[in-house]
């Protein structure tokens, strides 16, 4: 019933790198982990990856239980991608980031809208229209491994970076992070 055909895996992987881009949210972690004082990579990880399987199989069902559709779910990541990169550009606080409560800040909005943010869920809805599950799933393992890595190594990367080039780096990313938000919300409309 369900083969594995690593061509469709290796499709659907690069597709899902592209539209998770945890490259290019290296910035945004950083930022993230300087105000929240650490991000847990594996809880990060471990809630992406359950909400990407998750919303692979009830995607829709979820969304119509709230009553949302998915272009509103759509531009409420857009949303919230955007006041991200206004706080990277401004360097101004919009969200509250508590150290106390750090373990929330690899949640949101590390886990979602980053990494399984509106993008990556209709993405994967549609993804399910032409791809085998299983294809799918092992995809989604592999870009959750890469998410580890780039999560757990963050500190390092920030070391080799230096802070003009984190300062750089984050006001480049929040300028894209905000036409990726305006992209998604127009699209959505």
Known sequence: MYSVNFKEVLSVTLILFSVIDILGSIPVI?????????????RATLVSGGMMIAFLYLGKEILKLF???????AVAGALILFLIGLEMILGR????????HS????I??????????????????????????????????INLIFI???LRSSAWIEGQLGVAGTDVLRKIFGLILIAIAIKL?????
């Open 30 to 42: 950083i930022d993230l982990r300087k105000k929240a004082g650490a991000i847990n990579a594996r």
């Open 67 to 73: 009553g949302v559709d998915v272009a509103s779910f």
């Open 93 to 100: 606080n919009i969200f509250k980031h508590d150290a106390v």
């Open 103 to 106: 373990n929330a800040t690899s």
């Open 108 to 141: 949101v909005p590390i886990a979602f809208p980053m990494i399984a943010g509106a993008g990556t869920m209709t993405t994967i809805l549609s993804l399910k229209a032409a791809y085998q599950e299983i294809n799918i799933i092992i995809a989604i393992l």
């Open 148 to 150: 580890y890595l780039v």
């Open 185 to 189: 919300f127009r699209s959505s409309i």
